[in-house]
């Protein structure tokens, strides 16, 4: 994950050790595209690689969020109007919401489970075939947990994978990620 194929969007203050990736978020970073809330941003920190085959990108997230709506978690993007995230987002010290946003043609849509406890580590694996997606989520990284099947509508040579992290609101909190690995989909 550390190599010089992987650029990234919107640098955060950031810093690798021991293996994992430590991304400090700046405030009124997102990734959101005008439903229901009429705004429109793609200022979140995503650290990304270029991909042109079937895949599956897993990573295991630690956030320690400070305000609502923090996350961190996978992104798939084609553009700024088209593209997938799976995440955590921090709603109250009460619960999490562990969701979906998928973006096409400029529209976003979110897709949540409410996670009534302090959960703190959380793994994802999004794979593909063609332009349809299975977005998972696992407690521990070995028994997961389907969150949904989505479709992105263009066509696309292309598309740029990776993690991403951001802070919606005026705040800013610690994302870890580690256990990255890209490879091929065996999604069927």
């Excluded at 109007?81 to 619960?95: L, R």
């Excluded at 849509?109 to 063609?130: F, G, H, P, S």
């Excluded at 099947?149 to 994978?161: A, D, E, K, M, R």
Aim: charged share 25%; hydrophobic share 30%; aromatic share 16%.
């Amino acid at each position: 994950m550390f190599d010089k194929s992987y650029r990234w969007l919107n640098p955060p203050r950031h810093d690798i050790k021991d293996g994992q990736l430590i991304v400090f978020t700046s405030p009124e970073t997102d990734f959101w595209q005008r439903t229901h809330y009429g705004f429109q941003k793609d200022n979140g920190h995503c650290y990304i690689k270029k991909v042109n085959y079937n895949f599956s990108v897993t990573v295991r997230t630690e956030s320690y969020p400070d305000k609502q709506y923090d996350q961190c978690g996978l992104i798939v993007r084609k553009d700024g109007d088209n593209w997938i995230k799976a995440s955590m987002e921090y709603e109250n010290t009460n619960h999490y919401r562990l969701g979906s946003v998928v973006t096409n043609n400029g529209f976003s849509d979110w897709a949540t489970l409410d996670i009534k406890n302090k959960t703190v580590v959380m793994w994802y694996r999004i794979q593909n075939n063609e332009n349809d997606f299975l977005i998972e989520y696992s407690s521990d990284g070995k028994d997961w947990n389907q969150l949904r099947i989505t479709h992105l509508f263009n066509s696309f040579s292309y598309l740029q994978v990776g993690i991403y992290a951001c802070s919606p609101m005026d705040s800013s909190f610690t994302a870890i990620f580690d256990n990255y690995k890209l490879e091929k989909s065996n999604w069927k």
